[in-house]
């Protein structure tokens, strides 16, 4: 006689999610040299990010290496500035036999809600070695200002 668990549909089971976790560490360490991954394998990724602010201006740096600056596209919509680009995958490595591979080749894209207080037609973006810095200057109502006290 066979014994069928019944598990509802609805609820949360801690053992299927534990269960889930050790597949896929058992598919890492498993997969190290017996499933190579193809170097034309593109997929998402995002770049990391650092944003600041500054008296005057916020600052956001992205490491974006690798990626010609012609494939990189910044945006401004109802305060959201965008990022978005592509690495592509180099095509002259294709027939080599690989052991590891770690860089994420692909389309990315990253949204930042900047304040409503920056000046929006005074934003500027460069790129140098592989990375991108865009400098939002905040409007003049949002910098701070000094009050002058009275003596009386």
Do not use: C
Request: glycine share 4%.
């Amino acid at each position: 006689m066979k014994v069928v668990k019944y598990e509802p549909k609805n609820l949360w089971n801690p053992f299927t999610d534990i269960r889930d976790l050790r597949d896929d560490v058992d598919r890492v360490f498993n997969g190290f040299f017996g499933h190579l991954i193809e170097p034309d394998t593109t997929e998402a990724w995002y770049p990391a990010v650092d944003i600041y602010e500054e008296k005057d201006n916020f600052v956001i740096k992205a490491d974006l290496p690798g990626i010609k600056q012609e494939d990189i596209k910044v945006s401004l919509n109802n305060n959201t500035l965008t990022l978005k680009g592509e690495r592509k995958v180099e095509t002259e490595e294709k027939h080599k036999g690989y052991y590891r591979t770690e860089r994420s080749y692909g389309e990315f894209y990253r949204a930042f809600q900047l304040p409503a207080e920056v000046d929006s037609e005074k934003i500027k973006a460069k790129y140098k070695d592989g990375i991108l810095e865009i400098d939002v200057p905040k409007s003049e109502k949002a910098k701070p200002k000094e009050i002058s006290i009275k003596v009386e």
